[in-house]
């Protein structure tokens, strides 16, 4: 697997410093799961980081801040924790969320050759599969925030290149576009946003409000 478009070094930083939403996190740690330059990546950025920790000279905490410490990591978490299937080609971490089959998910159908299957998470950016037959397209659409898609099987091109398997592809609100799926394999992308899309077109847009987009 050759990986040409990677997330960008300020979210990978802000994963590193577990400072990024859910959403965001797991659609970081699950290209992570794929690619190793940017496990080289994180992996010096948390080592700073607790290298700055240790020098840092310990303060008393009160006991109302410890014990909501202590409450906040006894909740559960918000996914359902499954074994990793090593044998799966769903990354370990979206594992977590989806289990290690994506055939076995309740799709919800878009149009023809579209469907996508929402995955709750905590914060304000929101997480959800997309899967488009081959020649499937994404109504033309651009931002009203920040956008981030893994390829998870398959490919797709738009305006701005080509996606494969393991790339990420970041969007702002400067981006009009159309993805479409590639002749082969189906494609399966995860899609992380901070804001709704702004589709093109009465019907698009109908249909876009319809499925929470």
């Not at 970081?28 to 290298?51: D, I, P, Y």
Request: aromatic share 6%; with cysteine.
């Amino acid at each position: 697997m050759t990986i040409t478009h990677h997330p960008g070094e300020e979210l990978l930083l802000s994963y590193a410093s577990g400072a990024a939403d859910e959403a965001v996190a797991l659609i970081v740690a699950s290209h992570l799961a794929l690619c190793a330059e940017c496990r080289a990546t994180v992996s010096a950025s948390e080592a700073v980081g607790g290298s700055l920790i240790a020098n840092i000279a310990p303060v008393p905490v009160n006991q109302s801040a410890y014990d909501s410490l202590l409450a906040r990591l006894d909740e559960p978490e918000n996914a359902v924790v499954r074994g990793a299937n090593i044998t799966s080609n769903v990354p370990s971490p979206l594992q977590q969320y989806i289990g290690a089959d994506y055939d076995a998910l309740p799709w919800r159908q878009i149009v023809d050759g579209l469907a996508h299957y929402p995955i709750p998470t905590k914060g304000k950016t929101r997480a959800r599969l997309i899967r488009a037959e081959p020649g499937a397209a994404v109504s033309t659409h651009t931002h009203r925030g920040e956008e981030w898609t893994l390829v998870l099987t398959g490919s797709y091109t738009d305006a701005t290149g080509h996606y494969a398997c393991g790339d990420v592809q970041s969007t702002t609100p400067a981006l009009t576009h159309e993805p479409a799926a590639d002749p082969g394999p189906v494609c399966i992308n995860l899609a992380v946003t901070d804001a709704p899309l702004i589709f093109k077109g009465l019907l698009p847009k109908l249909v876009g409000k319809l499925h929470g987009f």
